[in-house]
């Protein structure tokens, strides 16, 4: 079963931080997610939350703050002391860390809470500075982000992300040129999820830490499932 390192190997390091990416980077498994925001000064940073109250020593939004506001904040010790001192990554850090191994790269854009302007061509700018697009996945909640995304760059392989299912979704999927849709594993049995994999749609599940339903989402035809642990 193809496996993505969820935020990195984040079931034994801090979420989306540098030495999260730098252990993924060392694993066999087939690929790495991770969350991108936009900052004060149109960055763009790597952390899941809007806030950075959870995984930091700070509070605030992302949008409301610089990189080098950001930058002086700790993003490890929330999860162990011995992490204290890791910082926030920025995509283009975090691209630097795999530009040298086969992982497949699943940006999620996170712009379903806040709509960030202009983030989908800064993200496609940063991707052709890596000529990382044969290996690059971008996804988001936001489907008008995928959508917008796609017209900047359409040689890159987009995903839809969904938090439950809709009716019609196989009509509603068709409307985007969209190679897979990412779904919470729990609905990867359900019918018209199978009936979409029977017809030639990518089925991505999250979030998958046990290898009991890691093995049932393959039996099913799952392609691959996003993994705290990088390897089940």
């Known amino acids: 079963m193809k496996i ?9 390091f801090p979420e989306n931080t540098a030495i999260a990416f730098q252990q993924a980077a060392k694993l066999s498994c087939w690929g790495v997610e991770f969350d991108v925001h936009l900052t004060k000064d149109q960055q763009l940073v790597v952390i899941h939350d809007e806030s950075i109250d959870r995984t ?12 080098a506001e950001l930058k002086t904040y700790d993003f490890g010790s929330w999860f162990e002391a011995k992490f204290a001192g890791e910082k926030i990554c920025t995509l ?13 790269i699943n940006i999620e854009i996170k712009s379903d809470v806040f709509e960030y302007p202009g983030i ?16 690059i996945i971008v996804s988001s909640f936001n489907h008008d982000t995928i959508a917008r995304f796609q017209q900047i760059q359409p040689n890159v392989n987009c995903a839809l992300l969904f938090a439950s299912l809709i009716t019609k979704l196989d009509e509603y999927v068709r409307n985007f040129d969209c190679q897979a849709i990412h779904i919470p594993y729990y609905y990867g049995i359900r019918s018209i999820i199978q ?7 990518i089925v991505r599940t999250y979030t998958v830490n046990n290898k009991k339903i890691a093995q049932q989402m393959e039996q099913l035809g799952i392609d691959a499932v996003f993994s705290d642990k990088g390897i089940l």
């Open 56 to 67: 930091s020593n700070g509070t605030g939004f992302v949008k409301d703050l610089t990189l």
């Open 120 to 135: 989908e061509i800064l993200v496609a700018k940063t991707i052709e500075k890596f000529q990382q697009n044969k290996r």
């Open 92 to 104: 283009e850090e975090v691209l630097d860390i795999f530009k040298d191994t086969k992982h497949q």
């Open 4 to 12: 993505l390192a969820h935020r990195g190997l984040s079931a034994s």
């Open 195 to 201: 009936r979409m994999i029977q017809q030639g749609i």
